[in-house]
Nanobody
Framework: QVQLVESGGGLVQAGGSLRLSCAASGGTISLNNMGWFRQAPGKEREFVAA????????YYSDSVKGRFTISKDNAKNAVYLQMSSLEPEDTAVYYC????????????????WGKGTLVTVSS
């Protein structure tokens, strides 16, 4: 089973930027569509962004469109999320996951989740 480890989170001021990484081990994700999700305190996990297996197509939730960019490096077996113009509302634990499918522009995730990486945006 492929294991996914997220990293790159931290504390940043509103308006700042962060780049999250998701490293895969124990197998390849080169043929997988991949997605990023987040869970804010007291809220359910929500879809953030997805990318097709080749990197040719990307999808974003309305709340991050224009501010976040998802990318995929199949040679490095990794997925990234570049986050800019961060807002306090972006504070959450961020997770990556493979997509069972992409439906109406949203990643339907696999069942297994990693530990995630915490992003805190101060106002």
């Amino acid at each position: 089973q492929v294991q996914l480890v997220e990293s790159g989170g931290g504390l940043v001021q509103a308006g700042g930027s962060l780049r999250l990484s998701c490293a895969a081990s124990g197998g390849t994700i080169s043929l997988n569509n991949m997605g990023w999700f987040r869970q804010a305190p007291g809220k359910e996990r929500e879809f953030v962004a997805a990318i097709s297996w080749s990197g040719g197509r990307t999808y974003y939730s309305d709340s991050v469109k224009g501010r976040f960019t998802i990318s995929k490096d199949n040679a490095k077996n990794a997925v990234y999320l570049q986050m800019s113009s961060l807002e306090p509302e972006d504070t959450a634990v961020y997770y990556c996951n493979a997509c069972r499918s992409i439906v109406q522009g949203m990643c339907i995730p696999m069942d297994y989740w990693g530990k995630g990486t915490l992003v805190t945006v101060s106002s």
